[in-house]
Every structure is written in structure tokens, then in C-alpha cells.
T-cell receptor
Framework: KQEVTQIPAALSVPEGENLVLNCSFTDSAIYNLQWFRQDPGKGLTSLLL?????REQTSGRLNASLDKSSGRSTLYIAASQPGDSATYLCAVDKAGNQFYFGTGTSLTVIP | GAVVSQHPSWVICKSGTSVKIECRSL??????MFWYRQFPKQSLMLMAT?????????EQGVEKDKFLINHASLTLSTLTVTSAHPEDSSFYIC????????????FGPGTRLLVL
């Protein structure tokens, strides 16, 4: 069964810092890897989707990379802002079926 | 496009009552919908997969008689928590696969259930 792990579980940084969130998965036979943002008590906001044939995706200050063979993905956030404070979840799926979610990284950006 | 809504967004009920949560794909046809549950401080876990017009497939440990799923149309799936108990209090999120673009899923905003 696919297991998804995210490190660190929590992260606190001063505003303006660049940071990296890590995600690892045990079964490399994935179809998509997706990064989400979840604000307290709210649903999921999709940030970046990387298909298995891709190595990275970028959106604004966010950059996600995927190394399928090693079962790893990173989410890079440049010039962090207090509004980036949230829980970040990574999830993988197999051929468009169910997603397996990591436990998330809780990010706090201190003004 | 590709918006998924859930109703209600919040529900509080007494123990023993049943609660119905709706998941709708607003601007596309959803061939498959997934229901996830998230307990506090934990990640999302899949409860069941539903395909339009057929019975839902439940994950191990999820009681199908307690969590009734009906995917009656290509735009609507419902999750009914029957005889809810406090331990059913959770955040329930659905996602939908779009007909013609099955490689991606679109998530609803979630429904928070509190059983007193």
C-alpha cells in the first residue's frame, strides 16, 4: 500500500525566507503528484500538479519537483509571506484513482 | 471550470440522527467521485469510491451500512452518515473525476460534521 510521508511536520520561518517542504512516497508507480494547501477548518486548494512524465511545475513563487524513481518531491516556496501560513499536503495517485495523502507540513511565516 | 461544491459546509447534529452530505460537480460530468475523511491533526483518508449508477466501493474498516453513498447522477453523489455518534465528527471532503479528463481530480471545499 502506498505510504506518503512529509517532513518536517511543522516549520516556522521569518517572512522573506525561501523554504523547502519534502514529500516521499513508497510506491514509485504513480500517475500524478499534487501539492495542496489547507487553511485551518477549510478545504483543499490545489497548488501544483505534476504528472509522472514531468519533473517539475512552477506557479508564481512556488516550484514543485518530482523524482519518481527515488519516490520524492519537494515544494519550494520563494520569499515567504505571512499569507503562506497554512498546512501543505502532498498526495499521489495511480492512474487517476484515489489519492494517498501525506500527513502535511504546518507552515507558519512570522511577520 | 471544474468546480465541485459540497452542502452543507457545516452541520451539527445530535447523536443518533442521520446526516446527508451532498457533493456536486457544477460544470462537468463526474464519472467517479471519492469521499475522504479527515480527523483532527490527521491527513485525509479515503472512505469510498463511487461510480455513477453502481454501488460504492468502501475502504477496509469503513462500515458501508453506516456511511451510505449514492451516486445517482453524473453530477451528484451523497454521503449519509446514519445514526451518527460523536466519533463520527470529522471533516468530510469529496473529489470528482471529470469525464474525458480522468487523470485529474477536483476537490470540494469539505463539510465539517459535529455530533453532540
Amino acid at each position: 500500500k502506498q505510504e506518503v510521508t512529509q517532513i518536517p511536520a511543522a516549520l516556522s520561518v521569518p517572512e522573506g525566507e525561501n523554504l523547502v517542504l519534502n514529500c516521499s512516497f513508497t510506491d514509485s508507480a504513480i500517475y500524478n503528484l499534487q501539492w495542496f494547501r489547507q487553511d485551518p477548518g477549510k478545504g483543499l486548494t490545489s497548488l501544483l500538479l505534476i504528472q509522472s512524465s514531468q519533473r517539475e511545475q512552477t506557479s508564481g513563487r512556488l516550484n514543485a519537483s518530482l523524482d519518481k524513481s527515488s519516490g520524492r518531491s519537494t515544494l519550494y516556496i520563494a520569499a515567504s509571506q505571512p499569507g503562506d501560513s497554512a498546512t501543505y499536503l502532498c498526495a499521489v495517485d495511480k492512474a487517476g484513482n484515489q489519492f494517498y495523502f501525506g500527513t502535511g507540513t504546518s507552515l507558519t511565516v512570522i511577520p | 471550470g471544474a468546480v465541485v461544491s459540497q452542502h452543507p459546509s457545516w452541520v451539527i447534529c445530535k447523536s443518533g440522527t442521520s446526516v446527508k452530505i451532498e457533493c456536486r460537480s457544477l460544470d462537468f460530468q463526474a464519472t467517479t467521485m471519492f469521499w475522504y475523511r479527515q480527523f483532527p491533526k490527521q491527513s485525509l483518508m479515503l472512505m469510498a469510491t463511487s461510480n455513477e449508477g453502481s454501488k460504492a466501493t468502501y475502504e477496509q474498516g469503513v462500515e458501508k451500512d453506516k456511511f451510505l453513498i449514492n451516486h445517482a447522477s453524473l453530477t451528484l453523489s451523497t454521503l449519509t452518515v446514519t445514526s451518527a455518534h460523536p466519533e463520527d465528527s470529522s471533516f468530510y471532503i469529496c473529489s470528482a473525476k471529470k469525464r474525458g479528463a480522468p487523470e485529474t481530480q477536483y476537490f470540494g471545499p469539505g463539510t465539517r460534521l459535529l455530533v453532540l
